[in-house]
């Protein structure tokens, strides 16, 4: 076993496998694999381990070069260059076959089932049966998981579980595109065998380096519950199956009938959920509540903090699965020294601090919070303070943040970023993200990452769990109350979650969240607090976008643009023309730090420049106040060729994405996309280079 490790470590890559972009991915299998293959147990695992390659490598929790990485691009973080999904006109159907319409992998797959599965019935596989049937478990994942990623992105999709022969009329009828909860239904279907057939636990020499039972059951319970409430919100619309204007072909909805469906996705996120929410309720990583993850000689001050960010995650109960990584063997991630030292290009929103409950458990706003709106004139550590803890060791303060030089010195942190960072080291919103960053010194190269590098964290079953109890009964049951109560106390916030709901007011949350939403209107704050508390536990982990689609929560963006906020600055104690250097913020040189204001010098060292408004020519770094307001609104700093600047759009046809020209022309008899056996997603065209339209 030890001797496929390393190629987990890397993930590896499909045994050589090349295909042809014709149909669905087609390929001579005997110039893949030897005839004698698939005979061990052995065989079986090292063409299994080629597919870890498939699970994201979470490089950095926050990185983006403008790219849509993780939860940059949304309402809970954002970069200097918003995502092109929030301009409609901006958003055109490929002239390939799409990001999305992708066979190779699954096709893979299923040529292992056609050679192992007669093997394996006749008990012609050697090596033991217990490892045989890890591998195939492993497999019947891969293949589910495989059809996840696509599924989420375009709905419909073929079901193809066998590995086609190279015949034009049998790739055309296989290409026909089945309803989305078909294709759930089969995805839960794989995951249901890989259960029965994965180990519980992987053995300790690998540590949590393969699959084990429990990631299978909080894969399903993930499809399922993003199934139900798809259906749930998307009901009456053109993206669900039978919807009116839905493409597809209705004979094959079978009866189908969407409340029916829905309870039972919903219900099957339950109980796929609870086995592995059960085994980590009362196993959470510890909080202590300290910001510095670590000590000055490396000690773990915060458990929770350091699940993030050390080498060897394997003692923590809480991560199912991980990445991890070798320096002295030349395999790393590559964690951007940016993101260390300075802003990394991004940022929590004003939004997604303002979800953060006070440790009372009332939201800020409420009568009785303790909250005090002037704190947010004296910096970013004084408007975190009395808030839910992970809100405060996940971001980086005024003063308190220690990050390392090349030559390991410690050097504090940099208001210059906020106005001066690149595109790599920007401090985009001025609420600085902390969450992954690592407390070593720095190598100054991108390629010296060594965090291990969460496939599957447990936790997220509790939230699955408590979501798809609320959606399918309207209030939580023993089971969503426990776990709830588990999260809110390591959160170090009043467990008591009701106090919360009874003090919500929807009115204000819609001002900050998104999720708020779904169809166009606001949710039940029951039901909404829920979402809150996925949304603060899992924030920067690359959720958000699939919940704000599944919840249907942009439809309001469509007639109503929402504008993306920092931390207050003009006013406050990051205005200096307001008062000089009111923080009394040093460098590691003991300089003290601060800006130049309409060309007016203070106090101003290396690593400070002008802050300048600019909007109409577009030269400036920072926002216009007059146009603004006293919060940092990082598109409205330039009017020059910002499609953004009047605030972020959605049109609900971007719910999924499209399928590309040449997979319509390709699944043709004769090559015209107007005879295709696939159909596009609603409001897109089928010709490349078309800018994506509106659903009737």
Sequence with gaps: ?????????????????????????????????????????????????????????????????GTFILDNGTDNQVGMN??????????????????????????????????????????????????????????????????????????????????????????????????????????????????????????????????????????????????????????????????????????????????????????????????????????????????????????????????????????????????????????????YMQFQRNGGNSGWTRGMVNSFVMQNGLPFYAAGSGYDPNWENQGVTATLQNRDSRIQIFTKGDQCITCYTIDGDVERFQEGWLTTGTSETRLVTGFGIKKGM????????????????????????????????????????????????????????????????????????ALWDWGAYSAGGTVSPTLYNVRRERRCELSAEGFRMDDLRRWRSLDQLASNPYQIEGIKFWGTVYDISAGVNPLNLMNSDGKPLGMVINGVEYNVDENSTNTIVDVAGGTGNMSDQAISGDYVHPYQISALNNPYFDGLRFTPALYLSPIGQSAFRKASPDKNEETSVIYQNPGWSKIGGTVVGTIQ
Excluded at 223 to 231: D, I, K, N, P, R
Excluded at 493 to 509: C, H, L, R, S, Y
């Design 1 to 65: 076993m030890n001797k496929y490790i390393s190629a987990l470590i890397i993930g590896g890559s499909v045994l050589g496998f090349s295909s042809c972009t014709d149909f669905l991915d087609k390929m001579p299998e005997s110039s893949i694999v030897p005839e004698n293959f698939f005979q061990t147990a052995d065989q079986l695992g090292s063409y299994a381990i080629n597919f870890y390659g498939n699970f994201p490598v979470h490089d950095q929790y926050t990185y983006s070069l």
């Design 82 to 335: 918003a995502s092109t999904i929030w301009d409609p006109s901006n958003n055109r159907t490929p002239t390939g076959d799409g990001s999305y319409w992708s066979f190779t992998g699954i096709r893979n797959a299923n040529y292992f089932f056609d050679q192992v599965l007669p093997k394996y019935e006749a008990g012609q596989i050697s090596g033991g049966d217990s490892m045989v049937d890890e591998y195939i478990g492993e497999m019947y994942f891969f293949r589910a998981y495989l059809y996840w990623l696509n599924y989420k992105e375009i709905g419909d999709f073929p079901i193809i579980l066998t590995a086609l022969p190279d015949d034009e009329e049998v790739l055309l009828e296989a290409s026909v595109r089945y309803p989305r909860n078909q294709v759930a239904r089969q995805i839960l279907d794989d995951l249901a065998k890989a259960i029965q057939l994965l180990p519980e636990t992987t053995p300790s020499t690998i540590g949590k380096q393969r699959l084990n039972r429990a990631c299978a059951q909080l894969l399903r319970s993930r499809v399922a519950l993003f199934e139900g409430t798809w259906l749930k919100y998307h009901a009456g619309t053109a993206l669900v199956p039978g919807g009116p204007g839905w493409p597809g072909d209705q004979s094959m909805l079978n009866g189908f009938d969407i409340n029916s469906e829905i309870r039972y996705f919903l219900q099957e996120a339950m109980s796929s959920a609870q086995p592995v929410a059960d085994a980590l309720v009362n196993n959470l990583a510890e909080n202590t509540g300290t910001e510095d993850g670590y000590s000055a000689s490396g000690a773990v001050l915060n458990p929770y903090y350091a699940m993030f960010t050390e080498q060897d995650l394997s003692n923590y109960d809480e991560v199912l699965l991980y990445k991890q990584y070798n320096l002295s063997q030349s395999i790393y991630n590559m964690i």
């Design 438 to 509: 690592v407390y070593t010194p720095n190598p100054g190269e991108h390629n010296h990452g060594v965090q291990g590098s969460i496939v599957f964290r447990g936790t997220e079953a509790l939230l699955n769990y408590m979501e798809a109890c609320v959606e399918l009964n309207g209030t939580p049951d023993n089971n969503a109350s426990n776990y709830w109560q588990a999260l809110r106390r390591r959160a170090m916030v009043d467990p008591d979650f009701n106090k919360t709901i009874g003090a919500t007011d929807m009115n204000q949350e």
